[in-house]
């Protein structure tokens, strides 16, 4: 439990070292499917230590697991406009609530995922599957580019790196679907 508080906040250190943030947002493909992720995850770790130190807050706040997740689909949502992504490169202000909205989102999901039914999981689930799938598309077949700080190749390295994603989650489900579920339960 402390644990994951020391590595989420080791994680969040060196992510804001300017010259690994710099490095890390001079490449597109970095800057959206490394570094937003790795901000997620720093949330992830260091709301476990929280959640487990004040239980009755977030049971009273995020008891059905709900409003959090629609909380970190928003945040998530908005990190995915290519509009957002300059906007961070160019506005401190932008970059400085990127560093505080995306934790927040990995602690939102840390806990209501657990918190959420099945079914509530997979809606989520197949929601990023068809955004990044869609994210992918806009990247690779855009005829013009569409973030100003990133060369057009970088957006198309992008594009990619959301259509490999999106394969990936469709063997997961297909996976999932066609293997004995019974243990499980």
Not at 5 to 16: A, E, K, P, T, V
Not at 168 to 177: F, R, T
Request: hydrophobic share 55%; aromatic share 16%.
């Amino acid at each position: 439990m402390k644990r994951s508080f020391i590595i989420g906040s080791l994680i969040f250190l060196i992510l804001i070292i300017p010259p690994i943030r710099i490095y890390m947002e001079s490449m597109m493909i970095i800057h959206m499917l490394v570094q937003l992720p790795l901000l997620i995850v720093v949330g992830w770790c260091i709301g476990e230590y929280i959640e487990n130190k004040y239980p009755k807050l977030f049971e009273l706040i995020n008891g059905n697991g709900v409003s959090g997740i629609i909380i970190f689909v928003a945040i998530t949502m908005f990190w995915m406009l290519p509009r957002t992504l300059d906007e961070a490169l160019t506005f401190p202000i932008y970059e400085i609530f990127k560093f505080i909205s995306l934790p927040l989102a990995g602690f939102l999901l840390k806990d209501s995922w657990r918190k959420i039914k099945a079914f509530g999981r997979i809606f989520i689930y197949l929601n990023y599957l068809s955004m990044f799938g869609l994210m992918g598309w806009l990247y690779l077949d855009s005829p013009i580019q569409i973030c100003n700080n990133y060369l057009l190749e970088q957006q198309k390295t992008l594009g990619w790196g959301f259509i490999f994603i999106t394969a990936l989650m469709v063997l997961y489900v297909l996976q999932s679907v066609f293997t004995d579920q019974s243990e499980e339960e």
